[in-house]
């Protein structure tokens, strides 16, 4: 089992940045990729942003290009999401998706992100 801590969530004005963190924890010893996803309220969850565990390749959803930037510490087991020139449209839960190379993925719990016009 893995279990994930995901934080820094919270109000943004437009224009202004976050930075979520996703702690990993348990049997981490078959990470794959790290990744972050969001769900805005009435819409289907949509893929953010991935990383590969070992070789660092990233990966970007068009409408984050440019202003999201994922990265993470092998050794505290933990992805970052930095958020950058927010938009109103940025506003969903944040979730956190562990992949194994297993084939298995957990998630996290999930974390509010609120940008105001």
């Known amino acids: 089992q893995v279990q994930l801590v995901e934080s820094g969530g919270g109000l943004v004005q437009a224009g202004g940045s976050l930075r979520l963190s996703c702690a990993a924890s348990?049997?981490?010893?078959?990470?794959?990729?790290m990744s972050w996803y969001r769900q805005a309220p009435g819409k289907e969850r949509e893929f953010v942003a991935t990383?590969?565990?070992?070789?660092?390749?990233?990966n970007y959803a068009d409408s984050v290009k440019g202003r999201f930037t994922i990265s993470r510490d092998n050794a505290k087991n933990t992805v970052y999401l930095q958020m950058n020139s927010l938009k109103p449209e940025d506003t969903a839960i944040y979730y956190c998706?562990?992949?194994?190379?297993?084939?298995?993925?957990?998630w996290g719990q999930g974390t509010q992100v609120t940008v105001s016009s």
């Open positions: 998706n562990y992949y194994c190379n297993t084939g298995r993925d957990y």
């Open positions: 348990g049997r981490t010893f078959n990470t794959y990729s």
């Open positions: 990383i590969n565990w070992y070789g660092g390749s990233t």
